[in-house]
């Protein structure tokens, strides 16, 4: 009896000890939606694949972790549902594997769409086909990721499906226009609205979108990939001018895509005497706008706005002894176009804390003789 209750409870912790994502946690970091013969390698364990996701991971991804892929478009025909005739795929991370936070990770789609070949080709995932319609990226498609909860087909009518107790966590457009068959009636698959101001929180996603404009296979991040916070890391990965292409599969292969980036969100201490400068930095970024606060506490919240602190870096005064805290609001703006219309979000993400120690006196180091 007491080795059933001491397996039933390691059990479900075991079971429990899964990642739940906050929006922008994942982010899609590459894409070869091409991949073909003439690339330097289309093959994994014997089985050919045609496309490649690369996503990176702001949190730890722990086993049971579930996250959802569909290329399915939102309001593909019917208002606040998705398309169905397109692919939706479950994957479960397996028992005994994990993936670092910082970590970019690929998922590859086969060209023989089958749940065999699904799992065979992404081994530490357990990978479910959860519509009968083949889940890929094509050229101007879109990627939506979400985690938890379940996929439901709706009625036996098509494109009136979506997403029960899941979290949109994200979502990719390889072209400007996000147009909706509200927006635009088309029969057009490659559609999609972008989910905005909806009545559910968990699937508006108009502050973590990726949308860009490359008309291209092989599209992926190439700018800066220093250390940074995971809201610097979020704002680096959604400015569509930190994104390249490549001009071929071969080279985009070439591209180290599979990366441990480097990503600290502690408190950053500093100690320093009287009027001694310090300088506190947060990513440049050309969709951002800055403004840092002061804070009594270890808080980015309801600070005190500094006037004038509008750069992305600020030299705090230092000319009396006391310990202060400082934070930055990062201002961004998202455009896209729905419907021909310019349309743009502007949404705040925080940095780090920075804790900064003035002291009264220098501080003096003992030195024993000997």
Partial sequence: ?????LFFIISSITLSAQTNFDKGDLLVFAINSNVNSSCSSNYY??????????????????PNTI?????????????NYFGTTEGVIKLTMKTGFSIDKGQVFSIKIPNSYTEVNLN?????????KVTNGGFNVALVDQLFIFNNGNWNMGTTEDHKGFFENSKLITAYNNKLEWDSYLDIPSIETTNSGLPGDEIDDNITIKDFHLTIDQNSAYN?????????????????????????????????QSINNLEKLLVNDEIQEFEICKNENIILKVDENSIVEYQWFENNLP?????????????????????IASDKYYYCELKYTLKWIS?????????????????????EEPKITSIEMN
């Fill in 120 to 128: 065979s080709i992404n081994p530490n995932w357990q990978i479910i």
């Fill in 220 to 252: 992926y991040y190439s700018r800066s990939k220093t250390e940074a916070s995971s809201n610097e890391w979020k704002l680096r990965l959604l400015n569509p001018e930190y994104w390249s292409k490549a001009n071929n599969c071969s080279n985009f």
């Fill in 299 to 319: 808080s980015n919240e309801n600070g005190i706005l500094i006037n004038g602190a509008i750069n992305s870096s600020y030299i705090p005064s230092t000319s």
């Fill in 1 to 5: 009896m007491y080795f059933f209750i």
């Fill in 45 to 62: 364990n014997s089985i050919e694949f045609v496309d490649e996701i690369f996503i990176l991971t702001l949190k730890e991804i722990l």
């Fill in 339 to 359: 419907a021909g219309i310019n349309k743009e979000n502007v949404s705040v993400l925080k940095s780090i804390l920075y804790k900064v120690k003035v002291l």
């Fill in 67 to 79: 996250i959802y892929l569909t290329d399915n478009g939102w309001q593909r025909k019917y208002n």
